[in-house]
């Protein structure tokens, strides 16, 4: 086995690695990049749903559910 550290340039060269990780040709290593990604997503979507109730959030996942029956 060998170790190697790649800089991916293009998401789907990403892509390609998550499939051989899939086929068990190789195994992707966690690192500080896939975290940096993990906070960027974060910082992203920081304050995008307003908070509610759990009464609130119960209702609206009922009238959902109603819906799909």
Known sequence: MRTVTLDILKDE??????????????RIQNDTGEKQ???NLSAK??????????????RQLNDL?????
Request: aromatic content about 8%; cysteine-free; proline content about 3%.
């Open 37 to 39: 990604v993990a906070q």
């Open 45 to 58: 979507y920081s304050g995008a749903m307003s908070k509610q109730s759990p009464e609130e959030i119960d």
């Open 13 to 26: 060269a990403y892509n390609l690695l998550k499939d051989l990780e899939m086929l068990k040709v190789i």
């Open 65 to 69: 559910r109603d819906e799909w029956n």
